[in-house]
C-alpha cells in the first residue's frame, strides 16, 4: 500500500526532459468491457502517449517506460479488480508501481516534467487508518481498520475484577467490595488508556472510536490521555462482549464516515465566512491560485469532481487559468494542463499543505467553484498595525 512519504517522494520528482510517465489503470466493471477491450484501450494509451512525445521531440526518455507499459495491457486484468498507479522515469532509473484501491475516475496515461498526483491522492483522501476500543468494567478489545479490512489487535481481560467478584461473607462487606470494584475499574480503564496512548505515540492511527455501554463511556473517557482525546471521533452503543468484528466496522465506518462529513462541511463554511468578511479565507480558482503562489495556503480544499485546464511554467513554477504560450512572472515556455488541479496537488504536496477532498455533491462547494482554501494569513494584510492587532 503506498504512504504519504511515497506520495511527497512522487510529488517531488522532476525531469526536465518531460520524461516522467504517470499511468493509471482503473479496472473496468466485469460486465461492461471484455478483458480483449480493456488491453485494447491501455495500448491506445500507450500509442497516443508516444506520438504526444514524438510530436514534441522527446520520444527517446519515455520509450522504455511505454514499450513496458504497453507490455503489461495483457496481464493487467488477471491483476484482479485492484487499479494500479505507475510513475517511471527510465532516464533517472525510476519505476514505482503501487496497488490502490480502484476507485480512480479513469484509466489514462501522461507525460509530463511532473507525475500527475490528483487521482492518487483523492484516493488516498478516503483510506483512513483508525483505531477502535470496545471496553467494559471488565474487559477491552482493540481493533485496527485499514482499507476496509478489520484485525483484532488485543483483548484482555482484568484480572483484578475477577477476584473481586464475591461478595464477601454473607455480604457483610458488600459496600466494601462495590468500592473496591469501582477502583479497579478505574485501574482497568486507565491501563487501556495508557496502552491506548502508546498505540497513538507511535503514529499508526489517525483516529480513535470506542464502544461501550453508554453508562460506561464517561468512565473510559475521563482515562484517556491527550493524544486520544485529540484523534477521537466519539463512542458508540455496543456490547464489548458480543459484537462480531463485521458489526465493529460496520458501526464504526458509518460513524467516522458522518463524523467526516461533518468535519468537512463546517471546514467549508469557515472558508467562505473568512473569504466574505476579507479574512483567512479564498474562494474560487483565480483566488486560490494567487494565495498558492504567495505561501498563505495552510488547508486546500479541492473538489473531487474539481476539474480545470491551465498551464504551468516549470521554470518558476507559476500557474494561470489562461492559457498562454509564455509564462506571465519569468517569460520562460508554459505547458498546458490538461488538469490545473494535478498541478496544484503536487504544488500542496511538496509544500505540506494539507489537502481535504470534497465529495462531489456538496452544492454549496459546487457554486463557490470547487476549489478553495483556508489561509494561515493574508499577505495583503500584513502590515504592522494588522499584525499587532
Ligand atoms: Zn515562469
Known sequence: MITRDDIRELANFHSPEACAVTFYYQPPTPLNKSHREESIRVKDLVRNAL??????????????????????????????????????????GFWREFDVPAQLPKSNLLLNQRF?????????????????????????????????????????????TRRGKSAGWQGYDA?????????????????VADYIEQYFERGHCDRLLVGCHDDIWPEIHQQLHSNAKQKLVGHFRIDPKSATAEQIKQMASEMLREFNARQKDALIQEVIGEAHGNGRGAIGLRRV?????????????????????????????????????????????????????????????????????????????????????????????????????
Open 175 to 191: 459496600g466494601h467490595v462495590e468500592r473496591r470494584q469501582t477502583n479497579e475499574a478505574i485501574q482497568h480503564f486507565k491501563a
Open 51 to 92: 506520438r504526444e512525445a514524438e510530436k514534441k521531440g522527446k520520444n527517446g526518455g519515455a520509450r522504455p517506460d511505454l514499450d513496458r507499459i504497453n507490455a503489461m495491457a495483457e496481464t493487467l486484468r488477471a491483476t484482479g479488480q485492484k487499479a494500479k498507479a505507475i510513475f517511471a522515469c527510465s532516464k533517472e
Open 289 to 389: 491560485l494567487r494565495s498558492l503562489e504567495v505561501g498563505e495556503v495552510q488547508t486546500l480544499l479541492l473538489g473531487s469532481n474539481f476539474q480545470a485546464p491551465g498551464v504551468k511554467c516549470y521554470h518558476c513554477g507559476h500557474m494561470d487559468m489562461h492559457s498562454a504560450p509564455n509564462c506571465a512572472v519569468c517569460g520562460k515556455e508554459n505547458t498546458e494542463l490538461e488538469d490545473i488541479g494535478d498541478g496544484i496537488v503536487g504544488h500542496a504536496l511538496r509544500n505540506n499543505i494539507e489537502i481535504v477532498y470534497i465529495g462531489d455533491d456538496h452544492d454549496e462547494f459546487d457554486k463557490i467553484g470547487r476549489i478553495a482554501a483556508l489561509l494561515r494569513f493574508r499577505a495583503d494584510q500584513n502590515t504592522p498595525m494588522k499584525v499587532a492587532s
Open 116 to 160: 500527475h498526483l490528483k487521482p492518487l491522492a483523492a484516493v488516498l483522501d478516503g483510506v483512513q487508518h483508525f483505531c477502535v476500543l470496545l471496553a467494559d468494567r471488565a474487559k477491552a478489545r482493540i481493533f485496527e481498520i485499514v482499507n476496509g479490512e478489520i484485525s483484532e489487535k488485543l483483548d484482555f481481560v482484568n484480572g483484578l
